[in-house]
Each structure stands twice: as structure tokens, then as C-alpha cells.
């Protein structure tokens, strides 16, 4: 007797790099063990002089992000820990108003560190942010004109991207010790 064939179960995964000024989202599609760009994009502020107004912006845009493509869970990158302890702040208040966006929406939410996204995409955690771009074109076939000029897109997917390799996926537990290892070993994965 044949068993009967089950598709692989669809899962969609929001990516968002918090910002006050630009905010970046991406949004993956989940099939069995393989992903693929949907969107990405920024939420530009820069315009906007109110902080509060920015605030308010970011929570109407992430609600209608949800709404667009009713992911079933949100990556979002923590903040950086500089120096700057107003810089802290205004990330923090733009991640919170993200999240409360999701939490709204009855989206579950998972934290990751930029180290954390860096090795999961690059093997490597000091990665720039063109790398970290330039390895989400490959291993998503993204083309060129995809591409955003702004680096807080790919910042967003490569959230998305991580949480992906961390749902239990092979990939999510090797360690690289270079640029060249990680290539090497994730071949079948980066070929067009």
C-alpha cells in the first residue's frame, strides 16, 4: 500500500531590523527544509521630526506587514550595545513598538543578537553588513535589482534567515572557522 504524499507544511517568518530613522522588514516562506524570499523592504522615518509620530509609524507599519502576509512567527534583531546610551534607547523604544505590533497580532516573537544572525548567515561574526547581504543573494537567489541600497533590508531577512536555520535545521548547528569553510560546506545550498 503507497502512503499517501503530504505536503511540506508552509511557514511564513517576518524579519525586522528596528530603527528610527529606517526600519527593515523581510519575509520568508517555509517549505519542509528549504526557504525563499517573499519581500523585503524599509520603513523610511527620516522625514518624520516627532519621535513619538515615528513610533506610532513603525507600529502601523509593522501591524500592516503582519496583515499583508499573516507570518506565523517574527525574528527581530536585538539592539546593538554601543557606546551611545541614547542611541540604546531609541532602538529599544522602536524594537518594543515592534513587538507590541506582533504580540497585537498574536505573533510569537524570537530575539537574535546581530553576532548571532552574522554567524548563522556569513559563519562569521564580525561579518560586514554587505556580506551578510551579498550571502542572503546567494543562498535566496535574490537578483540584483532586488537588492536594497539601504542595508537594514538585508539586516531584516537575515533575521528572518537565522530563525530558519535555527527551527531545528542541520545547518543551524555547524561551527566555520573561515569565510572558505563556510562556503565549502554549504555549497549545495549557494549554487544558482
Known sequence: MRKP??????KIILGIDP????MGYGVLRVM??????????VVD?????DPYLRLGHIYERVTGII??????EMAIEAPFFG????????LGRAQGVAIAAAIRR???????????IKVAITGNGAASKQQVAAMLQRMLHIPEEDLHV?????????AAYCHFLQMGRPQATHTFKSWKDFVNKNAERIKK
Open 32 to 41: 519542509g527544509n528549504k526557504a525563499e524570499m517573499v519581500a523585503m523592504g
Open 150 to 158: 539601504q542595508m537594514d533590508a538585508t539586516d531584516a531577512l537575515g
Open 106 to 116: 498574536d505573533v510569537p516573537i524570537t530575539e537574535y543578537e546581530p553576532k548571532k
Open 5 to 10: 504524499t503530504v505536503a511540506p507544511s508552509e
Open 83 to 90: 557606546k551611545n546610551v541614547q542611541s540604546m534607547l531609541k
Open 45 to 49: 522615518m527620516l522625514k518624520m521630526r
Open 19 to 22: 530603527g528610527t530613522n529606517v
Open 67 to 72: 496583515e499583508a502576509y499573516m507570518p506565523d
